[in-house]
């Protein structure tokens, strides 16, 4: 027995190959331990407890969660505690939404050096957007932002990439002003892809001559990805700021803690077949299905399960755990806005009683009342 809300759900499709997938493909322990977890989550193997309600006394049996966070079952209230946090450190400014997409020719050598890699790809996105901002030419400001990763595309392809969040603007250097970007301009994207492809290939090859990374058999040098990677021009992507602060804040929940694919995604399972909905970007958005072979649906879903420990949140600038104290507060102070204030600060999931429900009613009025 387990709890079920959708029709059709990952944990069904794990359980349904659990003794085909793992004897026929080798999976390292993060991906066994995530394949394992999403198929016991909310399970009679797990246990359960009972939920009581303080105010009128009912009672409910319910399952045990995995809370692993690669299941998409497991989280809701993480992300409701997260984006409630971080919403109180964001300026009341617009925000831009930056994208930093690396080619496919760095595919593989991020693949079998995940950890380290996907280090490099904040670090090199972080750094070139803290030094195009900081350029006399453009803003010639301190910048601040949010940095997640993103290893999927819609169709569950392994597509590294970083969604950033941006305040449109930032402090002069003596951090005596908030000096505002243009409404609908930020910094020269073109200018900033060749700063990141710039930053991130000379980072890649230090890792490389130190032993930190390997490089793929079929390679000998990081030559030859190199000269492919400057063969390309790199796509950093910006879009227009966000008219409402309420609006970021929902945005950032619906990035921050996403798996690759959520349950209500998943159409139809039969005759070892799996059949999801997928957004197509290249024909504006417009939703299509795709069908796969069980095992290659797996195979894809496990390739984004991510290093053990591995942080998929990273802070720049000001917003960086070491300046939060002293320049997101110059910030806060010379804007002069009335700030968000965090609704779930100091409450745990106990003191709900294990009541998901309530946890989701005040994360909500605290979005309402960000705007």
Not at 83 to 98: E, M, Q, T
Not at 219 to 225: A, N, Q, R
Not at 334 to 345: C, D, H, N
Request: hydrophobic fraction near 40%; proline fraction near 4%.
């Amino acid at each position: 027995m387990e709890n079920q809300r959708q029709h059709i759900e990952l944990a069904e499709i794990f359980r349904d190959q659990a003794k085909t997938f793992p004897a026929t493909h080798r999976l390292c322990p993060e991906q066994q331990k995530a394949y394992t977890a999403i198929m016991e989550c909310r399970t009679a193997t797990l246990g359960g407890h009972t939920d009581r309600c303080e105010a009128c006394g009912y009672t409910m049996q319910s399952y045990n969660s995995c809370r692993n966070r690669h299941c998409p079952k497991c989280q809701l209230i993480k992300m409701a505690q997260w984006v409630d946090k971080i919403a109180s450190n964001l300026p009341s400014v617009p925000h831009f939404h930056i994208v930093f997409t690396i080619p496919s020719c760095l595919y593989q050598l991020f693949y079998i050096n995940q950890r380290v890699a996907y280090g490099l790809l904040f670090k090199a996105a972080g750094k070139a957007l803290l030094q195009c901002t900081r350029g006399s030419n453009y803003l010639g400001v301190q910048a601040g932002a949010v940095a997640l990763l993103h290893t999927w595309g819609q169709t569950l392809v392994y597509h590294p990439h970083i969604h950033m969040m941006v305040p449109s603007g930032g402090l002069s250097e003596d951090m005596t002003e908030w000096i505002a970007s243009g409404k609908k301009f930020f910094v020269p994207v073109k200018v900033l892809s060749c700063v990141f492809r710039g930053m991130l290939c000379r980072l890649l090859e230090q890792a490389i001559t130190a032993g930190e990374i390997r490089l793929p058999e079929t390679m000998e040098t990081f030559k030859p990805i190199k000269e492919a990677c400057y063969k390309k021009k790199w796509v950093v992507y910006c879009e227009k700021p966000f008219s409402q602060h309420n609006n970021l804040i929902q945005y950032l929940g619906h990035y921050s803690h996403r798996v690759a694919l959520s349950n209500n995604r998943l159409l139809e399972y039969k005759e070892n077949r799996v059949t999801f909905s997928y957004k197509d970007n290249q024909a504006g958005g417009l939703s299509k299905r795709m069908t796969l072979e069980a095992d290659e649906f797996i195979r894809r879903f496990l390739q984004h399960v991510l290093p053990c420990g591995f942080y998929k949140v990273r802070y720049f600038g000001f917003m960086a755990l070491c300046n939060m104290k002293e320049k997101l507060s110059a910030c806060f102070e010379l804007i002069g806005k009335t700030t968000f204030l965090p609704a779930l600060e100091g409450i745990t999931a106990g003191k709900y009683g294990g009541n998901l429900r309530a946890t989701i009613r005040m994360y909500a009025l605290n979005v309402r009342q960000a705007g």
